[in-house]
Each structure stands twice: as structure tokens, then as C-alpha cells.
């Protein structure tokens, strides 16, 4: 259980093979987010029908509302939310660290007012192992001290120390309770750092040094920095990561920085921007994002992409779509998402097909190259 | 095409079955109403997943927005909104004539503000069959004149007798259309009457002198007047009615109205309650409408309701319903509208099996007396 086998590279990207207590995850691999137990519009059958492997739902949003006492009552997160297929719990430190003003964080762990009924909370690294526990996703994440991508050297470097020492707590707390179920559940540790190279190295060496991972996530990117400084922070600490386990890079994103981070050698991705998009009337498409608004779409009969297999492009106009998105129908919304997210999870699996047969730099190249070319939003 | 055959009776209940181009509706039916061409929250999949055989449409609001000729050049409304069963859509009367403050009628037809752009535009008897034909419902409405449920008699009696001569010149110019196509719709006229019941019995007669109809629409009702009376209405009309075509009463309704209706001899009914109360949160039970929002339901394992078979019953738990609906989770609309929906179809189509074995009165009786017991909303 676990482990993780990489079936073949090409330069840095990899193809692999991820096995966890409900399914198998195939690598690259785009998460949906499901934030609140749920992702955006969309059904565990629609997900099913999209391709997705892995689920991503946020531990602060379920810990506020319900609760993980009622998500435990009702069966635990995959029968919650009737999701039979693998699932990842984020810490909660990204949620909490974007509360500015409602936050406190001293050694021990944060103090933050939910958002739901204002109540004063407190996350420990403890809690958030012993939360994400009883949710009881396949994965779960290491409480991490955030900062935001403009922080001081100096912030980033103490936000740093701390991650470490309640990285080690973390981990003491989930051997415990993975003692008598070590089936159950993994904890992966989120590497910190910011922008500074020597910082996520020595960031990255302590994390290490802090316990055998079955998987890495480098968080604390996609906050905010130029893309091209995320993709070099990448490219300098791949050569560092551990090639045996996943790696996981937060909150990524569109299409073309999945490819600019797949070319880099990461494996996992979660991001809202498929349904939030979608919801927004943006659809991915091979020649770039597509805006269901505009009016050269009124009377147009072909599918948002002609190249796609999903529910929406198997059934529905671009002027329909257009008509439901200037109509306010709920449907358009879902539509959207599933292509979108369909979107992802194909562009995951081509890239995949090509490390496998050894043409992806140049397949990567021609596709970003098209993607930009044209694009309406 | 278009023949309407009576299986069964069990008292003035009536068992039947309807052909039409798309298919064969078995009546009692409830139709789902789709207003912009889309049934709010639920796709075309999820329609057939219900049992749904046949859905409603508005011509006033597809005309307005996106257009009968952008519908036409979509393919026409099935390919349009990709629902291959049968559709009808009703005469644009109804909704031009609740623009309260925003038309003014004449014998020639009516003319109104459009609720999205704001233009002037008329409606008349020839151009409703024309818009209706060029959306390409199975069945289409002919104009009507409606009145208030408070109109004066000298009110109801002037909108009858426009109506009836509307229903000739609708008739006329559906002829002329329908010569090239004889299969491709058939139209149905709405008595209008209000709540007179021998206003009621001369509209009849100039109706059913005005043409040979496939079936015909009881209009009006269901537009504030109380319950019990729309029921007598109904039970004294019924009589007259012809026995060879399925009777639609429209906008009706809830399940215990369609139940009265169906034990007065009505075949066919719509009503956007299903959808609407389930996007309130409400769902209905065998013991009454269930209110999703209410705490006892927070940790509460088991499905809306015990004896249904849809998507929502068979996977969603109460405690994850409310959550979604607490979260304002896009999903939860649909969830509740898809069960709303499943209920009615189930609904009618238990009632056909009472009246097919002779045990409807019964059935019905009972039914009614569960579903008042309790109920939360």
C-alpha cells in the first residue's frame, strides 16, 4: 500500500503508478477539487465519467462545516461524499494562513475565527492529523506555516523552522494512529520555502531528514508569483527530490502549467481553475481557453472542442451552451466543469502516453505552442 | 401518430398511452418543465434517469431569448437542448399575460415587453403556431387569452370568446403548415373558463366545434384559486370531456393535486414545483415534504426517502444533503430537484398501475391521508 512505481521518464517527466487503499492513481495525474466535500457542480458520476482518480477536499472547510465528528458519523469522507475512488486532505495551513486577519500562529500551532460562525479555533499539527484521520482520505497533508509569496527572507525562513518541527509532531502523531490500521491512511509533508532556492533546500534536506514519505508536496507556490519563477523554483529542486516517491505540487493550475511542471518532473495537481472557469464561462480547448459568451458562438452547432469526449462535447452545441450561460441556467455551469475537468484529467493522460513512448518534449512544445496561439478569454 | 389510447378506467382515472413523434407517453404523466429549454439543474440524462417521458418548454421564453430561428438553426429544440423524447410547448399565453403592467391585448393578438431586452414585440394566434413550428415541439398550444383567478364574469366570458376565435385562426394556419408534414406536430387547445362552470361548458362546446383535437388543455386553474375548488371545477367538467384524447391540466402541480386530478379523469399535467421546491430544499415523501435544512437531519445516515430509486436516494445520505444545502453547494440543487422530479414520475406511474389492476381509489385515498399525516415544510 502506498507505493508508488514509475513505469518510465523522458528528461525529467515521469510516468508512475500510485497505489492507494481505494484505487490506483495513474501519473501525472489533475485532482479535482471538492472543497467542501464536494466538487464545484459536479457529481461523483460525473467525476467517475470525467476520468478522475483522485479527489482533493479541504480539511479546514469539513472541520468548520460539518465537522469531522458528522462526516465520521456518516460513514467517513468517501461514503460522505459517495466517492469510492482515492481522496487527499489538504492540512488546512493554506486555508488558515489566508484568514489574514483572523489568525494568530505562535509554536504551538494557530488560532484562527472560522469563517462559518465565527467561533475561535485552533489548529496543532496533532489536530490536523487526528482531523484529516477521521475524514479518513487516502492521503493526508502535514499542518504547514504559509507565507505569502512577497514574504521576507527572514519571514519565510522562521515560517520554515516551524513547518519542521511540527512536521515531526505530525508524523509521532499519525504513527500512532496508523499503528492499528496502516492501511488506512498516509501523511505526505508539505516542502515550504518560497522563491528562494537554498531555502527549500534546506527546507527540503530537514524534510527528509523528519521521516520516510510516501509521497512530497512542494507548497507555497502558485500564490501569487510570476509562473516562469514557479517553473525555475521547480526545475532547481527536482534534481533533489527523491525520485521514488510522488510529488505533488499545490494548487497548479492551467492547462499549460501542468505540462511546464509535468516537463519539470512533478506528478500531482490540484487546482479550482477547471470549475472555476467553467462557472466563470471559460472552456479549455486545445487552441486556448474558449468564452461561451461571446456572440460568434450564437448559432455555432459543434462542441466546445471537437478533440474531447466528454458529456458536454458529446451532446451539446456551442450555441446552447452559449444560450444557458446568457440565461443563468444552472445546467451551463455543470457543463462547463465536466468538460473542463475532463479537459485536465485527458491532458494528464496524453502526457503520460507520450512519457511512455518517449515524445513528450516535443508533443509538450507543440501543445503549449498551439494552446497560446489563439484563445478568447 | 398522435393517437391516444385508454387502456383502462377505475372510475373517472384513466390509463393511457399516447404516441407522438418522439415517442409514447403513458398517461397519467407528469412533464417537467424546461422554461428556457433546459429543466432547471437536471440534464437531459438525468430526465431519462427519472423516467421522464415528456417535457415541457415556454414559446414566449425561447422567443425572446435565444430566438426560434436560433433554436431552427441549432437543429430545432430536441437537438437543441439534446432531449430526444417528446416535448410540447405550451402557447406563450400564460407567461405574456402574467407581464401584468407590460402588454396590452386586442382581437388581433398581444402585444408585450420582453423581460430581457426590453423591445416591444406581438404575439398573435398565427404567430405562435408559427414560432412553435419552427421550435418543432410534438406538441405545440394554441394562443389563449388568459384572465385572472379574480377576473369578473363579464372578464372571463370577453377572453373566452377572444380565445375561441384565436383557436380558429390557430388552427387554420397549423393546418397550412402541417399539410408538407402531417407527423411532425400536432396542436391542442386550452379552455380557458376561470372557475364558471358553465362558462367552462360553452368554451367546450366552441372548442370542440372549432376542430378535431388530438388533446386538449384545461387552462386557468392552478392561479391562486383554492385547491378544493380547482378540484370541483375539474370533477364538473370532466363529464363533457371527450373520452378519446388525453387531458392536460396545466401547471398543476403538487403530488397531492396531481393525485385529485388524476381521480377526476386528467391525463396530463406540469408544473415547475418539483424543481423549484427542491431548489428550496424541500423534498417530498411518501409522508409529506421533507425540509433538508432541519437539524434533525444533520447526522442522519439514511436517504430522503426509503422507497426511492434515484441517483439522490440510492447515494446520498440526509446528513450530506443538508450539509451541501447548508454550504450552498451547486450539487444539492440538482440532487433535490432530480428526487422532486423521480417522485412524480413514480408517482403517476403507480397511479396507472392502480387504475390498470382496479385499485386506484383505494390507493389514492390512502396516499393522501400518509402524506398529510406529516411533513416539515
Do not use: K
Not at 517527466?13 to 497505489?19: E, F, I, K, S
Not at 500562529?105 to 482531523?131: C, K, M, N, W, Y
Not at 500512532?176 to 532556492?197: D, F, K, M, S, V
Not at 450555441?319 to 484529467?345: C, D, I, K, Q
Amino acid at each position: 500500500m502506498f507505493e508508488f512505481t514509475v513505469a518510465a521518464t523522458n528528461g525529467a517527466a515521469r510516468a508512475g503508478t500510485l497505489t492507494l487503499p481505494h484505487g490506483t492513481v495513474h501519473t501525472p495525474c489533475f485532482m479535482p477539487v471538492g472543497t467542501q466535500g464536494t466538487v464545484r457542480a459536479l457529481s461523483p458520476l460525473d467525476l467517475e465519467a470525467a476520468g478522475a482518480e483522485i479527489v482533493l477536499a479541504n480539511t479546514y472547510h469539513l472541520h468548520v462545516r460539518p465537522g469531522e465528528d458528522t462526516v465520521a458519523a456518516l460513514g467517513g469522507l468517501h461514503r460522505f461524499m459517495a466517492w469510492n475512488r482515492p481522496l487527499l486532505t489538504d492540512s488546512g495551513g493554506f486555508q488558515v494562513f489566508s484568514l489574514e486577519a483572523f489568525r494568530r500562529v505562535d509554536d504551538d500551532g494557530v488560532e484562527f475565527q472560522s469563517h462559518v460562525d465565527g467561533g475561535v479555533r485552533r489548529l496543532t499539527p496533532e489536530r490536523a492529523v487526528d482531523i484529516q484521520w477521521a475524514l479518513g482520505a487516502d492521503v493526508a497533508m502535514a499542518l504547514d506555516h504559509v507565507v505569502s509569496g512577497t514574504a521576507s527572507r527572514a519571514e519565510v525562513e522562521a515560517a520554515l523552522h516551524r513547518t519542521g518541527r511540527w512536521l515531526e509532531r505530525a508524523g509521532t502523531r499519525h504513527g500512532e494512529l496508523a499503528a492499528a490500521a496502516p492501511e488506512r491512511q498516509t501523511l505526505w509533508p508539505i516542502l515550504q520555502g518560497g522563491t528562494h532556492a537554498d531555502v527549500r533546500a534546506t527546507a527540503l534536506a530537514a524534510t527528509l531528514d523528519a521521516g520516510q514519505w510516501t509521497g512530497i508536496a512542494v507548497g507555497g507556490l502558485a500564490v501569487g508569483e510570476p509562473n516562469d519563477v514557479m517553473h525555475t523554483v521547480v526545475e532547481t529542486l527536482e534534481p533533489s527530490l527523491p525520485r521514488g516517491v510522488p510529488r505533488y505540487l499545490m494548487g497548479v493550475g492551467f492547462p499549460e502549467d501542468l505540462l511546464h511542471a509535468v516537463a519539470r518532473g512533478m506528478d500531482l495537481f490540484d487546482c479550482v481553475a477547471p470549475t472555476r472557469n467553467g462557472r466563470n464561462g471559460s472552456a479549455y480547448t486545445p487552441d486556448g481557453p474558449l468564452n461561451i459568451r461571446n456572440a460568434a458562438h450564437r448559432q455555432d452547432p459543434g462542441p466546445l472542442d471537437l478533440t474531447c469526449d466528454c458529456e458536454t462535447c458529446r451532446s451539446y452545441s456551442r450555441g446552447y451552451l452559449r444560450h444557458l450561460f446568457l440565461a443563468e441556467e444552472l445546467l451551463v455551469l455543470r457543463l462547463l466543469s465536466l468538460h473542463n475537468v475532463r479537459f485536465l484529467v485527458r491532458l494528464m493522460h496524453q502526457a503520460r502516453e507520450h512519457v511512455l513512448d518517449g515524445t513528450f518534449d516535443p508533443w509538450y512544445r507543440e501543445w503549449v505552442t498551439r494552446y497560446r496561439a489563439r484563445g478568447e478569454s
